[in-house]
């Protein structure tokens, strides 16, 4: 397996709050993803990184920003949380670009009440 | 129309069962394809790419018809432990980023 974390891996939290997950690799791959899963829709791009602080937005960026300070950690903030935004949080990584294969981490429950 | 569109499922087949899944995709440009299988409530994880000339994994055989922009997977001789959700997944052009598809569920009963 590839060695992707993220943390937490379970969280909870309350309308308004900023929250910040963490991916972080051992891979040293250059290409890392946010992507959201929620019922009834395929896996949805929030934002990728193509470098160390090289990012862009994916389909699904409003309300979402990220940090990519590191080659091996990727952030995600939700910079005040909604409830739209609960969700099944997934990281991936890859090595040639973004028509490669990616790996994906154990992803994120993240609850808004 | 969604970019990547697949049998909305749920499959339930017999162990020992032959199941095909289909997938379509939109966009002419897109250049690589796989399938990922998604274990409930856990990470997709790679099953396969598909090239264009087919390929073949021991039980899994994946096609592509870039004509018809379709994609299929073949499970032959279904084990228990197939059951998961499997996901077509389309890159959405020259060096652009993956679109999935929602994903058809396969249980594989005793």
């Known amino acids: 397996d590839a060695g992707i974390t993220q943390s937490p891996r379970h969280k909870v939290t309350e309308t308004g709050t900023p929250v910040t997950l963490r991916c972080h690799q051992t891979?040293?791959?250059?290409?890392m993803y946010w992507y959201r899963q929620d019922p009834g829709h395929g896996l949805r791009l929030i934002h990728y990184?193509?470098?160390?602080?090289?990012?862009d937005k994916g389909e699904v960026s409003d309300g979402y920003s990220v940090s990519r300070s590191k080659t091996e950690d990727f952030l995600l903030t939700l910079e005040s949380a909604t409830s739209s935004q609960t969700s099944v949080y997934f990281c991936?990584?890859?090595?040639?670009?973004?028509?490669?294969?990616?790996?994906f981490g154990p992803g994120t429950r993240l609850t808004v009440l | 129309r969604k970019e990547v569109e697949q049998d909305p499922g749920p499959f339930n087949v017999p162990e020992g069962a032959t199941v095909a899944f289909n997938c379509t995709y939109s966009?002419?440009?897109?250049?690589?394809f796989f399938w990922y299988r998604q274990d409930c409530r856990k990470e997709p994880k790679l099953l396969m790419s598909?090239?264009?000339s087919g390929n073949e994994d021991g039980r899994f055989t994946a096609q592509l018809n870039r004509a018809s922009q379709y994609i299929s997977l073949l499970i032959r001789d279904s084990k228990l432990s197939d059951s998961a959700t499997y996901l077509c997944?389309?890159?959405?052009?020259?060096?652009?980023?993956?679109?999935f598809g929602p994903g058809t569920r396969l249980s594989v009963l005793p």
């Open positions: 966009n002419s440009a897109s250049q690589s």
């Open positions: 991936a990584i890859s090595d040639r670009g973004p028509a490669d294969t990616q790996y």
């Open positions: 990184s193509y470098g160390v602080k090289d990012t």
């Open positions: 598909v090239y264009s």
């Open positions: 997944v389309v890159n959405g052009g020259y060096g652009q980023n993956f679109v």
């Open positions: 891979e040293n791959h250059r290409y």
